[in-house]
């Protein structure tokens, strides 16, 4: 197998690849490659999607199941909450089709959002009561309006 530009300079092969489109030099693009790049891409944006939906999820998890926390612990979650949300929203607004993935991103994140809550909640501090794994809900209690409601922090 030869090394092409692709293998061993990736900035310098989009370079050449983007010039040869603009000059609608069709016949000499890698398309295995570009293919790849583009099925990258679009995997890239729905990861993206969803690790924000994962972080955003948990932090209202944590606002909502241990009713007992200190204000200071609840403030870094309030703003996780707003600067997750709103690369939730972004991601929505830059790539309007992942509006068609945003019930499945849910549905993939929302599982790891309340494992990295229940986790973290058993880090607790300061005499803070530990919630029981059971008292974080097995399915997502927020409707997709309430995740992308800038005013919704679970309580």
Known sequence: MSNTLYDYDLQLWIEQTISQLK???FESLDIENLIEELVDLGKSEKNALRSNL???????LKLTVPHDVPDSMKGSWYSSVVEHRQRVLNNLVD???L???LREAIAKAYPQGRKLAIKQGKLGKFGVRVPEESEYPLICPFSI???LDEDFYGL
Do not use: D, G, V, Y
């Open 54 to 60: 994962m972080i955003l999820l948990a932090h209202l």
């Open 145 to 147: 309006e309430q995740i």
């Open 99 to 101: 509006q068609s993935f």
């Open 95 to 97: 790539t309007p089709s």
């Open 23 to 25: 000059n609608r030099e």
